[in-house]
């Protein structure tokens, strides 16, 4: 994605926002965000949609949320523009308005209770969208195709030759591909509706008592086998050095954290075989991240990237590509620990 640039006058116009104040949040790496200040002192959300959602996928974000708030779940909502639209186009892009959800988020997790308090709240989260019905005008296949990333990887080695920073691609692609040819082959499991990005800085934490207290982003809401959902959580929350950690680790005591939290939640929603398999899915999508981040490090052409820290897209995306390297090699050397945990804290020891 380009370097993030602010609304224009003709946006803030049509939005009514020309007199709020706009603070950009320096978080998130697929939607540019701004919190929204207005003269009254309500505080909003601002957003500019990444192009690789189409507009009709806030339609499914408002029935989704619709039905999470008659569940009783916490969420944002999209407010509509002065048309009583539920979105803005403007000049090639998307622009929508969300309640403000006030509290905290992290990029890395300090103690195991914050793992337990995420885990409960996303089981609370599929559990109230168990009985959803949604017929999405934006369906997103394939999210966890993870052939699919290692195929799109494949293809940027080749295609990509002449990039300047191939060289230092090429060794980290070829590694992640060698690691990939060895993962286990996941069980066929129902497709549940899920969150479809549950890293930890998509959860609100309150800034007092440290509960989570809801999920933000919901573009990415779709159906797929929960494993994979909770292997990319599990992924994000017990990894205490962040994404960008060159010491990136998988953490056991955050790992048996986010098993009570969610089997204590979750009431029965996993099937034995899904417990099961979780350490695989973690591996996977591990590995399949790391994927994707090597590609875009030759394509440049998806995720955000941070130019106060990066002279490029591509140095970007390698020491993220690196970070789930090392992550994955950390959730290997520790294989039978991470079996153990998720197996005895569910009762299948």
């Known amino acids: 994605m380009s370097i993030h640039t602010p609304p224009s006058q003709t946006v803030l116009e049509k939005l009514d926002l020309t007199r709020a104040k706009l603070t950009r949040f320096e978080s998130g790496i697929i939607n540019d965000s701004w919190r929204v200040e207005k003269s009254n002192q309500e505080i909003f959300v601002l957003q500019r949609v990444n192009p690789i959602f189409p507009a009709t996928i806030n339609n499914d974000i408002d029935a989704v949320t619709q039905h999470l708030q008659k569940k009783g779940i916490l969420t944002p909502h999209l407010v509509r523009t002065p048309e009583g639209k539920l979105w803005l186009e403007e000049n090639n892009h998307i622009w929508r308005i969300l309640t403000y959800m006030p509290g905290i988020t992290r990029d890395v997790l300090e103690k195991p209770y914050q793992a337990e308090e995420a885990s409960a709240l996303l089981a609370r989260f599929h559990l109230a969208l168990s009985d959803l019905k949604l017929k999405f005008s934006s369906p997103r296949i394939g999210i966890h195709d993870t052939q699919k990333h290692l195929n799109a990887l494949n293809q940027a080695l080749e295609q990509h030759k002449t990039h300047p920073h ?3 691609v090429e060794p980290l692609g070829k590694k992640i591909l060698e690691i990939a040819s060895g993962l286990p082959k996941l069980p066929l499991c129902a497709n549940r509706l899920v969150h479809g990005d549950p890293k930890i800085s998509n959860f609100i ?3 007092i008592t440290n509960k989570a207290i809801c999920l933000i982003d919901l573009d990415t809401v779709s159906t797929m086998p929960i494993i994979l959902e909770l292997g990319d959580a599990i992924r994000s929350w017990c990894n205490t050095k962040g994404e960008e950690s060159s010491n990136a680790f998988l953490s056991i005591p955050f ?5 009570i939290g969610y089997s204590r939640e979750a009431k029965g929603l996993l ?6 398999a979780l350490p695989d899915a973690i591996l996977t999508i591990t590995i399949e991240l790391a994927a994707r981040f090597a590609a875009d490090a030759l394509t440049e052409s998806y995720f955000s990237w941070d130019p106060n820290r990066y002279a490029s897209a591509s140095e970007h995306n390698q020491v993220r590509a690196q970070s789930q390297v090392r992550l994955a090699k950390s959730i290997q050397a520790q294989w ?3 079996q153990n945990v998720v ?4 009762n299948l020891v």
């Open 271 to 276: 099937e034995e075989q899904e417990w099961r």
């Open 205 to 207: 934490f309150d800034e």
């Open 166 to 168: 191939y060289s230092d």
């Open 343 to 346: 197996l005895s804290n569910v």
């Open 336 to 338: 039978h620990s991470i």
């Open 255 to 259: 790992l048996k954290s986010s098993i």
